[in-house]
């Protein structure tokens, strides 16, 4: 009896984790959220869009990463098709050589209040400072001229030890989400399926469609 009874628990078992596999295959086939939730976004994390928006993007970023510079429009684009619903989060992960010497200048463009000018300044000139996959900071200061920055305050924020702080902590998080190459994006704590401009619209598509019922 007891032999019996093990035998069709373990096929009770079996058939539970088949339904759910068959379940989620059937359904939407949404990534569940990342288990690690306190490692997706820090309280200093670069925000854009509104505080209160139901739908929250993470990018992991590589500002000498050209998919990142591709993406940014895209993401920038449907942030404004949804105006008050969507909101970006920007978390480093500086793989690149001298990648974290770009990631120094935007950080400390921050503050003096010319982050994303200064970000989309850096990104507009990433061919010109970005040679053979390295960053070049000599070559990137032309690419900030005209956005205003206070130059020699700028030098001295990138060398603080909050900024250097900032970034090791957001390449611990990108390790304990084993983010591994940029962009990565979440949504509402979900990662994409598979990686693509379409994966990402979709990911976002279904997080507004189930906030805002």
């Not at 984790?17 to 359904?27: C, D, K, N, P, Q």
């Not at 869009?49 to 920038?76: L, M, N, Q, W």
């Not at 996959?133 to 060398?159: F, P, S």
Request: hydrophobic residues 40%; contains cysteine; glycine residues 6%.
């Amino acid at each position: 009896m007891t032999n019996k009874l093990l035998v069709v628990s373990a096929v009770a078992g079996v058939l539970m984790i088949v339904f759910g596999a068959l379940t989620y295959i059937s359904g939407s086939g949404k990534p569940p959220p990342v288990a690690n939730q306190s490692a997706l976004v820090r309280p200093y994390s670069p925000t854009f869009g509104d505080a209160s928006a139901k739908v929250h993007i993470v990018e992991f970023f590589d500002p000498a990463c050209e998919t990142c510079r591709s993406f940014y429009p895209f993401v920038k684009e449907m942030i404004a098709a949804n105006p008050g619903r969507i909101r970006l989060s920007i978390r480093y992960a500086p793989f690149h050589q001298g990648s974290d010497q770009i990631v120094k200048v935007l950080e400390a463009s921050r503050k003096q209040g010319k982050y994303w000018q200064t970000l989309e300044a850096v990104l507009a000139a990433q061919p010109q400072w970005t040679v053979n996959h390295t960053a070049r900071l000599e070559l990137a200061w032309k690419a900030i001229e005209g956005v205003g920055l206070r130059m020699q305050q700028l030098k001295e924020d990138m060398n603080s030890p909050e900024i250097a702080g900032e970034i090791r902590q957001d390449l611990q998080d990108a390790v304990a989400l084993n983010v591994t190459q940029t962009p990565e994006f979440f949504v509402n704590g979900r990662p994409m399926p598979s990686f693509g401009y379409e994966q990402l619209k979709t990911l976002v598509d279904d997080a507004l469609r189930e906030a805002y019922r």
